[in-house]
């Protein structure tokens, strides 16, 4: 068995930061990635940022330059920087990782959700 556990949202003012934070733990081989959703609502969850075990990034358009996906393969955490934040970034965010298993099989886990609040 798997867990994330994230944390780091929270309620900002438009323009301000947040930084979220997720764990995982468990059963693992290795990951392949990790990223971070999100889901407003009446809104499909939606992919914010990924990043896999080469570090290479991938950002949706409506966050580039504001958001920053990191990573830390050794601990198998990852963390999302988020700064210049809007009230449309409001969202319950997910985080999301690829894991291997040692089985050989690979699986897709998500976190509990954390809820991002941006005032205007």
């Known amino acids: 068995q798997v867990q994330l556990v994230e944390s780091g949202g929270g309620l900002v003012q438009a323009g301000g930061s947040l930084r979220l934070s997720c764990a995982a733990s468990?059963?693992?081989?290795?990951?392949?990635?990790m990223g971070w959703y999100r889901q407003a609502p009446g809104k499909q969850r939606e992919l914010v940022a990924a990043?896999?075990?080469?570090?290479?990034?991938n950002y949706t358009d409506s966050v580039k330059g504001r958001f920053t996906i990191s990573r830390d393969n050794a601990k198998n955490t990852v963390a999302l920087q988020m700064n210049s934040l809007k009230p449309e970034d409001t969202a319950v965010y997910y985080c999301?990782?690829?894991?291997?298993?040692?089985?050989?099989?690979?699986?897709?886990?998500w976190g509990q959700g954390t809820q991002v609040t941006v005032s205007s």
């Open positions: 990043v896999t075990s080469g570090d290479i990034t």
């Open positions: 468990g059963s693992i081989f290795s990951i392949a990635s």
């Open positions: 999301n990782a690829n894991v291997r298993r040692y089985s050989g099989t690979y699986y897709s886990y």
